[in-house]
């Protein structure tokens, strides 16, 4: 299972971004997709996660992250609003297949004050 993200980019204070990763490579849904992120010299920490019937975020990105997947269960978004500096951060795609888990390549994620 390969995943590839992308949406990274740019952005003011306030704005807004959409990531999106895809995972190919296997004919079966992923039991869970997850975006985290990471910040220089902090660890990596989930942002949020979606599985069939579950869905949850950070704290401190509640109300302004929303976690989606498409109807073949194996693409993920984050669509993200109110952009802050502290939302800065490569972004990574997560995801769960089984006893196995995958990790994509990160997106660079920068938001300007």
């Known amino acids: 299972v390969q995943l590839q993200a992308s949406g990274g980019g740019l952005v003011q204070a306030g704005g807004s971004l959409r990531l999106s990763c895809i995972a190919s490579?296997?004919?079966?849904?992923?039991?869970?997709m997850a975006w985290y992120r990471q910040a220089p010299g902090k660890q990596r920490e989930m942002v949020a996660i979606?599985?069939?019937?579950?869905?949850d975020y950070k704290d401190s990105v509640k109300g302004r992250f929303t976690i989606s997947r498409d109807g073949d269960g194996n693409t993920v978004y984050l669509q993200m609003t109110n952009l802050q500096a502290e939302d800065t951060a490569v972004y990574y795609c997560?995801?769960?297949?089984?006893?196995?888990?995958?990790w994509g390549q990160g997106t660079q994620v920068t938001v300007s004050s």
């Open positions: 490579g296997t004919t079966y849904s992923m039991d869970a």
């Open positions: 997560h995801a769960w297949l089984g006893p196995r888990n995958y």
């Open positions: 979606r599985t069939e019937t579950h869905t």
